[in-house]
Structures are given as C-alpha cells and as structure tokens.
Nanobody
C-alpha cells in the first residue's frame, strides 16, 4: 500500500514536501515515482528514483526545482518542491514499479491515492 501526504495550499514561490509511505512490500525492490494530474488533464510524470537511490530522473518542467529522495530504512519516498508555480497545481501521486526507472505511468504497478497541491498566484 502507498500512502501519499504533505499536499496543501501554498503561494507561488513557496515550498512543499510530499511524502509517500510504503507498507506491505519490500520497499527497496521498487523504483519509485511521482506523477501529477491537473484538472482536465492527463497524468504526467514528475520524478523517479532508482531502487538504490543513486539515480534520479525529472520532467523538464520541474528540473532544478523539485528533488526526489528515498529512505529505504523507513520505506519512504519524498518530493521536495521549491519555487512552486501555479502550473504545479495538481493531485500528486506516488507510484512503484519493479523494473527500471521510467517516466511512463503504465510501467508503474502500484499507486497511492494522491495528495492535492494548490499553488496560488
């Protein structure tokens, strides 16, 4: 089970830190990713991190502003979001896959319920 948290309302330029707790699975076996879905739009890739945490991958739209990290000891993955923009407003989902780091949503087998991030201008 994946449980995302940390969403909320923030002004443009502000920061939020999302967290995703993974239970019931061997966390270190999974590549972890964050995706987001804005109202009326498709679900988009945000960031992903390899099982060991040594490699990360970001969408161009968040590169330099967002940082994904993982804590294998505590079965957690985090997304630090800085310099937030109104365009970052979306429901953010964490996801897990057993294969390779990937920006493709269909490669991820397990999904959390999402946490809403709203960035006001």
């Amino acid at each position: 089970q994946l449980q995302a948290s940390g969403g909320g309302l923030v002004q443009a330029g502000g920061s939020l830190r999302l967290s995703c707790a993974v239970t019931g699975r061997t966390f270190s076996n999974y590549v972890m990713g964050w995706f987001r879905q804005a109202p009326g739009k498709e679900r988009d890739f945000v960031a992903a991190i390899r099982k060991s945490g040594d490699t990360t991958y970001y969408a161009d739209s968040v590169k330099g502003r967002f940082t994904i990290s993982r804590d294998n000891a505590n079965n957690m993955v985090h997304l630090q979001m800085n310099s937030l923009k109104p365009d970052d407003t979306a429901v953010y989902y964490c996801a897990a896959n057993t294969f390779a780091i990937s920006p493709i949503a269909s490669h991820y087998r397990f999904w959390g319920q999402g946490t809403l991030v709203t960035v006001s201008s």
